[in-house]
């Protein structure tokens, strides 16, 4: 019995260190209105981001607008570019530092999430 707690605790150890710099990202709508009756039903598709120093890896995506805006509320907008399709890492300025909100924009849709760097 011991020994399966030991290896439990391992294991959940090594997780924590492997999911460390994966990026919680949700799902919003920027226009409500906008969507009309052609919304989708369905669960909407949510990539999957991390990040690893300035590094940021964004799974397979179209074309999004990446923004870092003021994790405290703020409509701040610390840094902006485009991330096209095909494209998955991104350096970002060495010169961010700080808690920031990441969002990946696409058309009417855009993805959130909490970063540290």
Known sequence: MKRLFVSLMVWC??????MAGQIH???GIIDPGATGNDAPRGPVYVPSAEIEG???????HP??????????????IYYETVLPAGVKSIVLPTTLSGDYEV????GNWYYFGNISL
């Open 13 to 18: 150890g090594m997780t924590a260190l492997a």
């Open 25 to 27: 990202l949700t799902a």
């Open 54 to 60: 300035n590094v940021l890896t964004v799974s397979t």
């Open 63 to 76: 074309d999004y607008v990446l923004q870092l805006v003021d994790a405290g509320g703020e409509e701040i």
């Open 103 to 106: 969002r990946l924009i696409w």
